[in-house]
């Protein structure tokens, strides 16, 4: 049997190792999409593609991603400080 490629419009920008990893998108330049441990790649995880949307550090002090879904969603998924850090520089730039 022979394995088979597949194709995925997502091109990885950082993986963090406990947490979720980060793409970029050619159909929406400057946007990063994100995927957590139930799929290898946005379009292919549980919930579907989210866009990261902001960072927020909650009222337990716990650090959050702030993604939107593909109809307009608002959700919030925990992270680790080091993933809020570089979402936050990334979304400053």
Not at 32 to 46: E, F, I, M, R
């Amino acid at each position: 049997m022979t394995a088979t490629a597949s194709w995925t419009r997502f091109n990885l920008v950082r993986h963090f190792r406990r947490g979720h990893k980060f793409f970029t998108d050619g159909e929406h330049r400057g946007e990063l999409a994100v995927a957590d441990q139930s799929g290898d790649y946005p379009d292919k995880t549980d919930d579907g593609v989210l866009w990261l949307s902001r960072v927020q550090v909650g009222d337990d002090g716990g650090y959050n991603l702030v993604v939107v879904d593909e109809q307009g969603l608002e959700f919030f998924s925990p992270c680790e400080k080091d993933e809020f850090m570089w979402a936050l520089n990334r979304l400053r730039a």
